[in-house]
């Protein structure tokens, strides 16, 4: 009996079509028992169709699939989990209301003679938590844990399947550091345990962090499988781009700004903003033409900052100037007519209207702006409508298509391009290349360059420090809801440096 | 997108067309249409002057229910409007004049519409739910109907005001003329200015409209405003139809009809687009159907059970699942070396493949939309 030969799950040669898209057309993929092994791939390589079909909620119309060595039909998503194979989405799909012991061991409590046994099911769900040495209360609601520890939750109730096969889609996107931390160490004591992980993601990073080999795909073909060991990063996004590697490359080194500009009257002078509970009140300068970002762990103040300025939230203390007049910005409302624009960083969420086509999305800011008596004339709207979707590269390029339909990537540039026809003074981007492919994350950076470069403010925020580095003039560092430090962007600061700033910069 | 629009019009119209052939068959004389006394009559004239009243009402509730919202109280609405215009005739000097009908007409409707302003209130500005809030004016507004004409059925003897229901203009019906140019007026607020698409982008996602500026408050108090000024101009029908007014009966039921017509006509009820001319489509479907009842003989016993059948037939047709099962058949019949028309949407969307396919009954296929 040779179990170290069998692979975990092999799956050869699966297609899959919808109609008018082969979204798999001879994709596989080798999962060994205790590895932990990154599945690759732009958005739209279908990446998310080979998990569906390993999960069953997708049935493979060719193609073939053997579990621990044996051929396996997966029909549905029960038959999955029947044959060891767990998911943790990116989108908790648990139940909020219910206790976190309830959500470990939905479907399969233990039950006495009056229904479920709520002593022994907790006790059960604290021993799971332990053994996986998680500090929890299982009796409270989950909706009571931040979105990191509900993930961890669902990898308990993975675990109590007593899963041979863990599938974890794209399941850091909304974490923080420390909360990442404690996922991949969850994730190493399964793997210990022979536990085969498979991890999608974004962040190419953490798949050099936490994986052993990965696979690639593009256009729903299969690249190649490589070990994290022998190919680097470079090469690794150039076998996922393909021939498109070249051009992000040159725009990488185009977008990439120097130096403070010269000194300017601020645009924008904030003081004593703050919000309590959100954030401390604190101080910001934004010239014309400047880009400032906002650096800080998850939690630390970053969204709340900017949604204060924007007056998303409502500010319970400080001023808000804008060339030099006040506007204290208590709508969104208020802030647009001062000449402020906002991504937030949840375009699902407070950004599109899924239902609702490209060109509506598009245009939603505008005529908000200009009332519902003074509706945009159809000229207007196709003429504006047509320049952005040609100017932000929007695919497909069909202004009618609902929103909701095109990839994360398209649906950002949708976002932005709702605020850049307004022509914004300052534009407060927040994670505007979250959880976006690379090639789009190269053409948002481009975008907010070139915005920059025209004369318009902007507030970056972003997760990624190289990105934040890359493009502003300014980095703004927060810890614990508070600004500790502001750094000119000179050739002596690096990613080293901000990190160090954030752990232990300013006034503790 | 106009395609793709008319596409999802399909469905009521074919049930529609079914229905009226359906009577058609059943009654030979059911298309006949005749000029009697200068006004129009026969079956088809019956659904369009029976209907108006549900037909107003229903577009009123598009509006607020592609707000994500929900009017319950406009059955109770119709019968304080009618209860009102008929004790201000009834108690007035001089009963049968113009002047009084129109006085009865414009109170009840200034009514209507500040029953509607409180709607609007309790759900934008206090921000209760809406079928809470709605709940409260459906319960109380009954009582008010009851309190106003003392609890009696007032019945009135003015012939302006029977007229508005009796009467014709180049022969059609002036419920007709009033429901038609409702609509029209509608389209033009809603679809010539920027009204529409503000509602259906507060509908679709209230957060991301207020980040984008939009005024969802005054869009919201409007909306239900003018779902009780139409829900005010049907209760002036139905009791000018029958010269009286029945705090207890008149418009009992109705919300729920305009709630079916509003979901036939492909609006969905978690907010978003909506469609005039499917809500229009929904009201005739669902007045057609209690007309068929009659025409058709089927005992009055079991007339809400065929009722319910046919509805049930309609939402149906209108379930992707239901359909793509449908036609599954016949295109592997078609087209054998090709793989099974799939039921899941392409995954267009490669981070979160959740997608957000209406569950409502009457959800129109998101999916036509994409392709």
Redesign the interface.
């Given at each position: 009996m040779d179990i170290a030969a069998e692979p975990a799950v092999h799956m050869s040669g699966i297609v899959k079509?919808?109609?008018?898209?082969r979204?798999l057309d001879g994709a596989g993929l080798r999962l060994n028992p205790g590895e932990a092994h990154a599945l690759l791939g732009e958005?739209?390589?279908?990446?998310?169709?080979l998990i569906?079909v390993l999960t069953g909620?997708?049935r493979p119309?060719a193609g073939h699939i053997s579990i621990a060595g044996n051929p396996t039909d997966i029909a549905g998503p029960l038959d999955a989990e029947r044959n060891g194979i767990a998911t943790v989405y990116?989108?908790v799909n648990l139940c909020p209301n219910l206790s976190v012991a309830e959500n470990v061991l939905l479907g399969r409590e233990p039950r006495g003679l009056l229904g479920i046994a709520s002593r022994r099911m907790n006790r059960r769900a604290a021993e799971l938590a332990a053994e996986m040495e998680l500090d929890l209360d299982v009796t409270r609601a989950l909706g009571e844990y931040p979105i990191a520890v509900q993930q961890l939750v669902s990898i308990l109730r993975a675990i109590d399947l007593d899963a041979r096969v863990l599938v974890l889609d794209?399941p850091t996107s909304s974490l923080d550091r420390g909360e990442v931390r404690m996922l991949f160490d969850l994730v190493e004591r399964l793997r210990s345990r022979g536990v085969a992980i498979l991890f999608v993601t974004h962040f190419l990073d953490q798949v050099y962090e936490l994986c052993q080999r990965m696979t690639v795909l593009r256009n729903g073909h299969l690249v190649g499988e490589f070990t994290t060991a022998e190919l680097g990063q470079r090469e690794l996004i150039g076998h996922m781009l393909g021939e498109q590697a070249g051009e992000l490359e040159r725009l990488e080194e185009s977008t990439h700004v120097d130096g403070p500009p010269q000194d300017t009257a601020p645009l924008l002078r904030a003081r004593e903003l703050g919000r309590s509970g959100a954030i401390e009140p604190y101080d910001l300068d934004v010239a014309q033409g400047q880009t400032v970002g906002l650096a800080g762990l998850l939690g630390s103040g970053r969204t709340e900052a900017a949604r204060l300025l924007?007056g998303?939230d409502r500010p319970e203390t400080g001023t808000v100037e804008v060339d030099g007049r006040p506007v204290t910005p208590r709508t969104?409302?208020a802030a647009?007519a001062a000449g402020l624009a906002?991504c937030?960083e949840d375009r699902?969420?407070?950004?599109?209207?899924?239902?609702?086509?490209v060109a509506?999305n598009l245009?939603?800011?505008m005529?908000?702006?200009?009332?519902?008596?003074?509706?945009?004339s159809a000229k207007a709207r196709s003429e504006l409508v047509e320049h952005y979707i040609a100017a932000l590269r929007i695919r497909p390029a069909a202004p009618?298509?609902?929103v909701?339909?095109?990839?994360?990537g398209n649906?950002q540039k949708v976002l932005l391009g709702?605020w850049l026809i307004m022509q914004p003074r300052l534009l407060i981007l927040d994670e505007p290349t979250r959880?976006i492919?690379v090639g789009a994350k190269a053409e948002v950076q481009r975008l907010v360059a070139l915005q920059s470069q025209e004369g318009t403010a902007v507030l970056f925020i972003s997760s990624e420090l190289e990105e934040v580095l890359r493009l502003s003039h300014t980095v703004v560092v927060l810890r614990d809801r508070r600004v500790v430090n502001t750094l000119d962007n000179t050739a002596s600061l690096d990613v080293d440096r901000v990190l160090a700033e954030i752990a232990e910069g300013g006034p503790r | 997108?106009r395609a793709?629009q008319l596409r999802r019009l399909v469905w009521p119209l074919l049930v529609l067309a079914g229905l009226l052939v359906a009577n058609l068959v059943a009654t030979p004389g059911f298309f006949e249409v005749r000029i009697q006394g200068g006004r129009l009559y026969g079956s088809l004239i019956d659904i369009l002057h029976f209907g108006a009243p549900l037909l107003l009402i229903s577009l009123g509730m598009t509006l607020v229910i592609a707000l994500r919202g929900i009017d319950l109280s406009v059955g109770a609405v119709v019968a304080v409007s009618g209860a009102l215009a008929c004790t201000i005739i009834a108690s007035s000097a001089d009963p049968g004049s113009v002047q009084t009908a129109a006085i009865a007409v414009a109170v009840a409707l200034g009514a209507s519409a500040l029953l509607g302003l409180w709607n609007g209130f309790l759900v934008a500005v206090l921000q209760i739910q809406p079928i809470v809030a709605t709940l409260i004016l459906m319960v109380a507004g009954r009582g008010v109907a009851q309190l106003i004409t003392g609890g009696q059925i007032t019945t009135v003897n003015s012939e302006p005001y029977r007229q508005i229901a009796a009467g014709s203009l180049a022969t059609v019906p002036v419920t007709v003329l009033l429901a038609a140019a409702t609509v029209l007026l509608m389209w033009l607020l809603v679809r010539?200015?920027?009204?529409g698409?503000?509602i259906?982008?507060i509908g679709?996602?209230a957060?991301?409209?207020?980040?984008?500026?939009?005024?969802a408050t005054g869009?919201t108090v409007a909306a239900y405003t003018f779902c009780g000024l139409c829900a005010g101009l049907a209760g002036i029908i139905i009791s000018a139809n029958t010269g009286s007014a029945d705090g207890n009966n008149a418009g009992l039921w109705i919300e729920l009809d305009a709630i079916l017509a509003v979901v036939i006509g492909g609006t969905l009820l978690t907010g978003?687009?909506f469609s005039i001319v499917g809500t229009v489509l929904g009201a005739l479907i669902v007045q057609t159907l209690s007309t068929t009842v009659y025409t058709m003989g089927v005992p009055p016993e079991s007339a809400q059970v065929f009722k319910a059948l046919v509805v049930f037939l309609v939402c149906l047709l209108q379930s992707p699942r239901f359909r793509a099962q449908l036609v599954a058949p016949f295109r592997r019949g078609k087209t054998s070396h090709e793989?099974p028309?799939?039921s899941?949407?392409?995954?267009?969307?490669?981070?979160?493949?959740?997608?957000?396919t209406g569950t409502s009954a009457g959800a129109p296929d998101?999916r036509e939309?994409?392709?």
């Open positions: 079509e919808f109609p008018g898209i979204a958005n739209g390589a279908g990446k998310s169709t569906k909620v997708h119309d990116q989108e794209e924007f998303a969104p409302r647009i906002y937030s699902k969420a407070e950004g599109l209207v899924a239902g609702l086509s509506d245009l939603l800011a005529q908000a702006a200009r009332g519902w008596m003074r509706p945009i009618e298509t609902p909701g339909t095109l990839s994360g649906q709702r959880g492919d | 997108m793709a010539r200015t920027a009204l698409l503000l259906e982008a679709g996602n957060e991301a409209g207020r980040l984008a500026g939009i005024r869009l978003g687009r793989p028309a799939p899941e949407p392409p995954p267009q969307d490669e981070e979160s493949d959740v997608s957000p998101r939309v994409q392709r």
